[in-house]
């Protein structure tokens, strides 16, 4: 393990909504199990924490965004800035509609359909936003399962208010769909890393791996998901008479493997958050030294070598020529410009 490839690596965006989504829909489970008589509100609290993360984010990265007014005049700037507001945007209406569906819970006085107005709006802007971030080439994974999902959203509201009375099999239907493309994509990545991995042609290690790692890490978590789906309709239509902690088991197993997925899913959006302009991690690293000494650790099975004897002066060549490789080309280049060379003095008179 390498410690600055896993710093350099480290989707903390991802991180932290997926751990919020798995505190949240664990003690969710367990309220709506009655094992916990805690208050909706506190239910709910681990969704907000996100929320005020990206809320005191968006406020400290607006208010050094116009203390510099050079980053105003930079066109990369201008577009971390609006990729913040945008979704700081997104998420004031998930929260307008957790506050809602919270209300709803604990004191049952509106329709779920004007409860799921906010979110039904925000899948709305989100194709707007999806546009947006292709033209720019951004992430947005959020906004697309908005938008993706809107007319399931609609569905459910009109079964929570019983104006539909269809069974929740038949109401899960575009979820049914979209899973259907998930599994569809898990069975091409199987596929296609099926015939790297045995293909005879010259293909680079590293691109067989990288085919293997990635029809591995859709199927931990494509199908989990498509288990937990499975498991709530039996549930809510009463075919098995299970507790929502186990349907929701699946869906705690696919969220865990997002989280260790993002250690290596590489960056996310610099939208200008907290005033960083970068990457968080590299951020982070610049303002603490010791963690950055620490970060230069590698752990492996090279970690406990034998030191070099000083003596020996051809292990003092192989060592050089080994961080030689390890070098970043530009900076070595770098390097070899600035060295001098030093020869030895020859005398111009030689003997006969």
């Given amino acids: 393990m390498e410690l600055p490839r896993l ?96 209300e709803q819970l604990v004191q049952p006085t509106h329709r779920w359909i004007l409860v799921f107005l906010p979110l039904n709006f925000v899948s709305l802007l989100s194709f707007f936003v999806c546009i947006w971030s292709v033209k720019r080439e951004r992430p947005f994974e959020l906004e697309m399962f908005c938008a993706a999902n809107l007319v399931q959203f609609i569905f459910l509201a009109l079964r929570l208010d019983e104006i539909i009375t269809w069974s929740w099999g038949v109401v899960f239907i575009p979820l049914w769909i979209l899973m259907g493309f998930f599994v569809i994509g898990v069975v091409y990545s199987i596929i296609f890393a099926c015939l790297v991995m045995r293909s005879t042609h010259h293909i680079a290690q590293e691109q067989r791996w990288i085919a293997l790692r990635s029809a591995f890490t859709s199927t931990i978590v494509v199908l989990p998901l ?21 349907c929701s088991v699946p ?9 260790f997925m993002a250690c290596g899913s590489r960056g996310g959006n ?25 970060g230069n650790i590698k752990i492996g099975p090279d970690s406990n070598k034998r030191p070099v004897n000083p003596d020996d002066e051809s292990a003092l060549m192989n060592e050089a020529t080994v961080w030689e490789r390890k070098m970043d080309p530009v900076k070595y280049a770098k390097f070899a410009q600035t060295t001098v060379v030093v020869a030895p003095c020859l005398p111009l008179e030689s003997p006969d």
């Fill in 270 to 294: 610099k939208s200008g958050f907290f005033g960083i302009r970068k990457d968080f991690c590299q951020s982070l690293l610049a303002s603490c030294p010791c963690l950055r000494e620490y």
């Fill in 226 to 246: 498509l288990a937990s789906e499975v498991l709530f309709v039996y549930r809510l239509d009463g075919l098995a008479h299970i507790s929502f902690l186990i």
């Fill in 251 to 259: 869906l705690l197993v696919a969220l865990t493997n997002l989280m």
């Fill in 7 to 102: 710093f350099d690596d480290f989707n903390h965006s991802k991180f932290i909504v997926h751990l919020s989504l798995f505190f949240f829909v664990f003690f969710f489970s367990l309220r709506l199990d009655e094992t916990i008589q805690w208050s909706w509100w506190i239910v709910f609290l681990p969704i907000w924490s996100w929320k005020i993360l990206v809320f005191l984010g968006a406020a400290i990265g607006t208010f050094v965004w116009l203390k510099n007014p050079q980053s105003r005049m930079d066109a990369e700037g201008v577009s971390q800035f609006r990729a913040m507001w945008l979704t700081v945007t997104v998420h004031c209406f998930l929260f307008l509609f957790e506050l809602f569906a919270c």
